[in-house]
């Protein structure tokens, strides 16, 4: 579904909750937009905006790092050439690289197929302090797997198709329970749905055959992979709707316009800080007096 007006004459304020997938919602990707009015008016100040968000999410990594009390896990998952990458590279661009990590999970390898499907994302987790960003995650298990079912032969497990809705639903129930684990314990999980149109990826494929330097983005698996459209949008309307929740939320961030979308993901990313109600530890007298007196002692 397209909702965009052209030419938009003045700029939008964001609202990350119309974005938000609510728990329990039978969503329909269908009538989600995968694109919106724009909320900047001009590329000028859509560049004037994401400034201003990146500055402000430095700042807010600052405090997180300094107080240590919190972890951050963002999460983007898309279809391809929906601009994970770019979004990364643009949002995070002004935070510190030591609090900062990201993580692109692809085909697991024959050490992470021995053990359970959530297993080798685990060891990635953010430590308190920190923001950890996921490039794909264990919702690939849920998605690419659910979509070619033939990957579970690897994964050594009793047969999954005597009960297909069955074994998803454990899946989708085994990932809430993960979530509300790290919550409780501190992290705070950010679910980043890209919602691109099939149109659109047509267009962007394109552009990374006719350009050059965009050509090592481009395979032949993009292409068979495209051939699963619909099972891939069904596989993803069911898996939001099972594990958005009030603590772990999923947002799906129309796509089409790449400057609109990062634009909701860093404002999705500042509410998320900002509700945390951060401030830099506070100095007690006595450690303002040791201060003191190291000052003294450096100007002798």
């Not at 995070?92 to 080798?120: I, Y």
């Not at 309307?237 to 129309?254: F, R």
């Amino acid at each position: 579904m397209n909702d965009h007006k052209k030419g938009a004459d003045k700029t939008e304020k964001i609202d990350p909750d119309r974005f938000r997938v609510a728990e329990g919602e039978q969503v329909d990707l269908e009538i989600r937009p995968t694109r919106v009015d724009p909320v900047y008016k001009s590329k000028s100040d859509y560049k004037k905006m994401l400034a201003d968000h990146v500055e402000r999410l430095a700042e807010q990594q600052r405090m997180h790092y300094a107080t240590n009390r919190h972890a951050i896990l963002l999460i983007f998952q898309a279809m391809d050439a929906a601009g994970k990458d770019g979004a990364i590279r643009h949002v995070m661009s002004g935070v510190n690289p030591q609090g900062c990590q990201v993580f692109s999970f692809k085909h697991p390898s024959a050490t992470e197929l021995q053990h359970d499907f959530l297993w080798r994302t685990t060891r990635d987790l953010p430590e308190r302090g920190r923001i950890g960003i996921f490039n794909r995650s264990y919702y690939e298990e849920v998605l690419v797997v659910r979509v070619h079912p033939e990957l579970l032969q690897a994964e050594a497990l009793s047969d999954p198709t005597e009960d297909a809705h069955a074994f998803w639903q454990a899946r989708y129930r085994s990932i809430a329970d993960l979530e509300r684990h790290l919550h409780a314990n501190g992290t705070r999980i950010v679910k980043i749905f890209l919602h691109l149109s099939k149109d659109e990826q047509r267009k962007r494929f394109i552009d990374r055959i006719d350009e050059a330097d965009k050509n090592w983005k481009f395979s032949q698996d993009d292409i068979t992979e495209r051939g699963f459209w619909d099972q891939y949008q069904a596989a993803y309307a069911q898996c939001l709707g099972a594990t958005s929740t009030a603590d772990s939320p999923w947002y799906v961030v129309p796509a089409d316009d790449k400057e609109n979308a990062r634009l909701i993901v860093s404002q999705i990313l500042l509410d998320t800080f900002e509700a945390l109600g951060l401030a830099y530890p506070q100095v007690t007298a006595e450690r303002k007096k040791e201060l003191k007196a190291i000052r003294k002692t450096l100007e002798a």
